[in-house]
């Protein structure tokens, strides 16, 4: 079957770094997004990934290994404005989008 | 670029009515539009996708006659909730893109959907 796995939850440090993982099995692939969301609100894009190595775009950059099924998106300087969920999604060989549950991330002052 | 509108953005109505839902891609040309539902603190769930001018393909366990799609043109696709009841208030998203494959999907602001 397909499957992404993100954690549920992570807390971290306005100011500080934080690193949501996600890991994917799926029937093929033909990129991984990252997306934003605030509570009550519709996703943002935030990231595309297809080829190995890290994509950064100002406080955010987003890794892939495909070889290990394994991306994750990095947050820097953390803002209380990034307290939302983190979905991670992957396209597969039918470019179906696989969603993960998404990891809501907590920011404390 | 690549902004999606999705209207209403609030309905309350009462149970046996059905409602419709819009979405539009005002700046592109959308091929490809989904319509997903999504549960309190749950992820999305992908209810059909639809082309342009051709039916849309539903999710399995999702109700064809329930849940009506229309993809008219490139820029509208229409999502109508027939005879609704309680069971079927949820926040339903819109999303739109311009090529399966790489292309982000653009998401409309959701409607967030009340039967009473």
């Known amino acids: 079957g397909q499957n992404i796995d993100q954690p549920t939850e992570m807390t971290a440090t306005e100011g500080a770094i934080v690193q949501i993982n996600c890991t994917y099995q799926?029937?093929?692939?033909?990129?991984l997004f990252w997306y934003q969301q605030h509570a009550g609100e519709a996703p943002t894009f935030l990231s595309y990934?297809?080829l190995d190595g890290l994509e950064e775009k100002g406080r955010f950059s987003s890794f892939l290994s495909r070889s290990k099924g394994y991306s994750y998106l990095l947050l820097k300087e953390l803002q209380m404005k990034d307290s939302a969920s983190y979905l991670c999604?992957?396209?597969?060989?039918?470019?179906?989008?696989?969603w993960g549950a998404g990891t809501k991330l907590i920011i404390k002052p | 670029g690549a902004v999606v509108s999705q209207h209403p953005s609030r309905v309350i109505c009462k149970s046996g009515t059905s409602v419709k839902i819009e979405c539009r891609s005002l700046?592109?040309?959308?091929?490809?539009m989904f319509w997903y539902r999504q549960f309190p603190k749950k992820s999305l769930m992908l209810m059909a996708t639809?082309?342009?001018?051709?039916?849309?393909?539903?999710e399995q366990g999702v109700e064809k006659d329930k849940f009506l799609i229309n993809h008219a043109s490139l820029t509208l696709s229409t999502l109508t909730v027939t005879s609704a009841h309680p069971e079927d208030s949820s926040f339903y998203i819109c999303?739109?893109?311009?090529?399966?494959?790489?292309?982000?999907?653009?998401f409309g602001d959701g409607t967030r959907l009340s039967i009473l």
């Open positions: 700046d592109f040309q959308a091929t490809t």
């Open positions: 639809s082309n342009e001018g051709s039916k849309a393909t539903y």
């Open positions: 999604a992957v396209e597969d060989s039918n470019y179906q989008l696989i």
């Open positions: 990934n297809v």
């Open positions: 999303s739109a893109t311009t090529d399966r494959g790489g292309q982000p999907q653009h």
């Open positions: 799926t029937s093929g692939f033909n990129g």
